[in-house]
């Protein structure tokens, strides 16, 4: 299935429910950081989106064409317990809160640059068009 005209706006959609999706599984872990046994959570993306952008287009297509060819249907957007064997307290969680809200932090940027870049394709779009 490919991506066509919107295929850089289908990828960004696709990368911010990514990020909006991890916001909210980083939070729950900033939420958890007290309960006993708990494992932090995380959520992984970027290495399907990726596979999938490189699998999309011949060894030397270029990046617009391989986007517009990208397949969004096969990207799976992974959560995951991370480090579940590992724990920092006696209790058992393995969230190490300043961490957390240090990857929170990251990931809202993250999410807002890929709001721009959205609001960028579409003030393109409208360019053309007028």
Do not use: H
């Not at 952008?53 to 992974?78: F, M």
């Amino acid at each position: 299935m490919s991506s066509g005209i919107f295929g850089y706006v289908n990828v960004l959609k696709s990368a911010a429910d990514a990020s909006w999706l991890r916001e909210e599984v980083l939070s729950n872990n900033i939420a958890n950081v007290d309960t006993p046994n708990y494992k932090r959570q995380d959520v992984e993306f970027k290495t399907y989106l990726n596979s999938a952008i490189e699998q999309s287009g011949k060894p030397k297509a270029t990046l617009t064409q391989k986007i517009n060819n990208v397949d969004l249907s096969n990207i799976k957007t992974r959560t995951y317990t991370d480090n579940s064997a590992l724990s920092y307290r006696i209790d058992g969680n393995n969230v190490d809160l300043s961490t957390e809200n240090v990857e929170l932090a990251a990931e809202q940027i993250n999410y807002n640059a890929l709001i721009d870049s959205m609001n960028n394709e579409f003030s393109r779009f409208k360019a053309v068009l007028k």
